[in-house]
């Protein structure tokens, strides 16, 4: 393990995880026990049946690339088995996701609700009923409110990653797979998981990237507040500023990076009790409906610039997946 990840695991209170905190944030096998390192083969053992479903399935005629899942485990850990992972996350571009979905359908896998709500969501899930097998289908890699992200050039820029001698996946570049990272922590409002995720990065492979054409990207995409709320929640943390960190950032970033320092710092050696502070730090918030809404809606005051603050900020109250959205949805007051 790289040093900064094992510091902020400690930091997290790695050294004694209390096993319902572990399940509760999305990082059970850090506990390091046989029996969930085991669970962990287990799972990736069957995710690559959907893998290899996914290759079959969309050929060579449908561009996709594979989010998360064992890929980023293997790139990032020496033992991939210590992230857990629960299904298999597909990028593809906007206009192919209904022959995506036509195609995953056909295999079998039911869409677990009546279809994909894209005014709200960046993703459908789709699972399969005989194996399990739980599949993503992203047509985007972070919801609607934040500014958008030029697709395209990520698809252009993949790469390719063997996970078996007869299974290559496409997978993100170096420099998207951390702007990826930094938005699973905005979309999870900074969560436990989200923050080790991006300590192994800065760690393995932040040192490779050129520090001031990544800064100069995510200033492009409008993305620096986002990219730099887990980098200062990992500088308060471990007292280190990590790979890619800037000191001066917008306040509402460093503001976010200490209400989440706050909520991670011990969060695996304490009893899960479910209140905000143990809410941050879940994978999927515990506080209801209502507050959820609230905090994601001052998650996206971390974006640059005053006008798109406001346009994200109000996004998710006003167009979120709630009654209201579906309503004005419906009305085709969403475009």
């Known amino acids: 393990m790289s040093d900064l990840f094992e510091q902020t695991y400690r930091v997290l209170g790695g050294d004694s995880v209390v096993a319902e905190s572990a399940s509760k944030l999305g990082v059970a ?24 479903q996914i290759v079959e399935a969309l050929g060579e005629d449908i561009p996709f690339v594979i989010l998360k899942g064992e890929p980023l485990s293997r790139r990032l850990f020496d033992q991939p088995e210590f992230r857990s992972t629960t299904d298999v996350d597909l990028l593809v571009l906007p206009g192919d996701h209904d022959e995506v979905r036509r195609r995953l359908l056909g295999l079998g896998f039911v869409a ?5 709500r894209k005014w709200a969501y960046n993703q459908e899930a789709l699972v399969h009923p005989g194996s399990s097998v739980v599949m993503e289908i992203h047509w985007a890699i972070a919801f609607p409110a934040l500014p958008p992200l030029p697709i395209k050039d990520l698809f252009e820029r993949r790469r390719s990653f063997e996970l078996a001698p007869d299974l290559d996946v496409p997978i993100l570049s170096d420099d998207w797979t951390g702007i ?11 969560c436990a998981k989200c923050l080790l995720d991006m300590a192994a990065f800065c760690s393995r492979i932040a040192p490779g990237l050129d520090a001031s054409a990544f800064q100069d990207r995510v200033a492009e995409l409008g993305l620096s507040g986002v990219v730099q709320w887990p980098l200062h929640t990992l500088e308060l943390l471990t007292g280190d500023p990590p ?18 320092a706050w909520a991670l710092r011990g969060c695996l ?15 999927n918030p515990t506080t209801g ?11 996206m005051l971390t974006v640059d610039g005053t006008a798109e603050k406001s346009r994200a900020f109000w996004r998710p109250i006003l167009h979120g997946p709630h009654f209201l959205g579906r309503a004005m949805h419906r009305w085709g007051a969403i475009r």
């Open 112 to 116: 677990r609700q009546e279809g994909p």
């Open 269 to 283: 050696s304490r009893r899960f009790r479910g209140g905000v502070q143990d809410s941050l730090a879940s994978l």
């Open 243 to 260: 790979p890619l960190y800037l000191a001066d950032v917008d306040p509402t970033v460093r503001a976010w990076a200490v209400v989440s």
């Open 29 to 52: 096998a850090a506990s390091g026990e046989q029996q969930a390192l085991q669970q962990n083969r287990l799972r990736f053992a069957l995710l690559r049946i959907g893998l290899r």
């Open 289 to 299: 409906p209502s507050a959820e809404v609230l905090l994601r809606a001052l998650t």
């Open 180 to 190: 990826h990272l930094a938005l699973h922590f905005h979309q999870h409002i900074g």
